[in-house]
């Protein structure tokens, strides 16, 4: 622990097929190019079910994956105690610890898996493309209102009208969401993953976040309270476990379960006894 905490951890989200693996391997092999060392993971609620896609996640960077100054991890799979995050958070310490500088963290998934990210992450990056609309997108305004970024992605040849277009709808609209308690004003760029353009933009953004939020303090403020919530997380999810775990329980649960169905007594009632009377 006393070893980590020198990166910055960058979320990254976007729907499937918007160009985030595209975007992390022009980004993460720009960034080794600047001497840093760049780990890469992924959050995977489905990866849950499939046991992850570790070849998958592999291939789909394949420059990245070669680069002696990269890690990519496959994304986490297999229950864990506090869900897909918390492998994916050990993993940013310890990646921390073994000295990366920049942690990028994707999102796999669509729904659930954004929150995660953007609770163990300093900066929050939403990849989207222009002439989806935002439905089509799969984008729910609580996630737009998350981003410290957004960029249009595929914005080069034909596209470009149209990504400019995008390009001051969506700052039009961040204007119209609440100021951020970091201060910090949303930004909205252009940049082609694919003919790796606006990646350096990209880089220059959340450098000057990182410098905005460390000189106000709020970057500091927020690391500490995102560990507070992990530690509750945490916990909250062994005390659930050792509490399911525990020797007739399941039994004494099935009885009052019975009686709260009968309409015998209430379900406040039946989990005090449950919390109280030993069985
Ligand atoms: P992900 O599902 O968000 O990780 O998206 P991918 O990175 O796998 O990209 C989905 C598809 O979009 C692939 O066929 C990419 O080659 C393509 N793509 C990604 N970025 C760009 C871009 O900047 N321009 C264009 N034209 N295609 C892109």
């Known amino acids: 622990m006393p070893k980590s905490g020198q990166s910055i951890r960058i979320g990254i989200t976007g729907v499937p097929g918007v160009g985030k693996s595209t975007f992390i391997e022009a980004f993460g092999t720009y960034l080794t190019s600047l001497g840093k060392k760049v780990a890469v993971l992924a959050i995977d609620p489905t990866s849950q079910q499939s046991r992850g896609s570790i070849l998958g996640d592999k291939t789909r960077m394949d420059k990245l994956a070669v680069n002696n100054q990269a890690y990519i991890r496959p994304s986490a799979s297999g229950k864990t105690l506090g869900g897909v995050g918390q492998k994916t958070q050990e993993t940013i310490i310890l990646c921390e610890a073994a000295g990366f500088d920049i942690i990028l963290v994707e999102t796999v998934g669509v729904g659930q898996s954004e929150t995660e990210v953007y609770s163990m992450t300093d900066f929050f990056l939403l990849l989207m493309i222009a002439g989806a609309g935002d439905e089509l997108q799969g984008i729910k305004r609580g996630i737009m209102e998350m981003a410290d970024a957004i960029l249009i992605n595929k914005a080069e040849g ?77 916990l909250h999810h062994q005390i659930l476990t050792s509490f399911y775990q525990g020797k007739e329980t399941s039994n004494k649960l099935k009885e009052l379960e019975e009686l709260v169905l009968n309409g015998e007594i209430s379900p406040f009632e039946a989990s005090r006894i449950m919390l109280t009377q030993p069985s």
């Open 158 to 234: 034909d596209n470009l009208v149209k990504a400019k277009q995008a390009k001051r709808e969506y700052a039009n609209a961040l204007h119209l969401f609440p100021a951020k308690e970091s201060d910090w004003i949303p930004k909205v760029e252009l940049c082609s993953a694919l003919e790796e353009t606006g990646i350096t933009e990209a880089w220059d953004i959340i450098e000057s976040y990182v410098i905005k939020t460390k000189t106000t303090g709020y970057f500091d403020l927020n690391r500490k309270r995102q560990t507070k919530d992990w530690f509750y997380k945490f």
